[in-house]
C-alpha cells in the first residue's frame, strides 16, 4: 500500500514543486492514515490545509481507496 500511495504522491508532486513546495510521505499506517510533510514554500503556507485535503488527500484516495486520511506531520 505504502508503494501505490507514494506513486500517488509522485502524480501530484509536479504541481507542489511549480509553486515551490514540495511534500513527502512519512508512513502509512495500517488503519489508513498516510502522514505526510509538507516542505518548502508548502510549509506554513495559510492555504497548505486545503492544498492537503482538496488535493493531495484527494488524489491519494482516488487512487489508493482503502486510504481514510491524510494528516500533515
Do not use: Y
Request: aromatic residues 0%.
Amino acid at each position: 500500500m505504502k508503494e501505490q500511495v507514494q506513486k500517488a504522491i509522485d502524480k501530484i508532486r509536479p504541481g507542489l514543486q511549480a509553486d515551490g513546495g514540495d511534500v513527502e510521505l512519512v508512513d502509512v499506517s495500517a488503519d489508513g492514515v498516510v502522514r505526510v510533510k509538507l516542505t518548502g514554500a508548502c510549509h506554513g503556507c495559510p492555504m497548505s490545509q486545503m492544498t492537503l485535503k482538496m488535493g493531495i488527500e484527494k488524489v491519494i484516495k482516488q487512487e489508493v481507496p482503502s486510504i481514510k486520511e491524510v494528516v500533515s506531520v
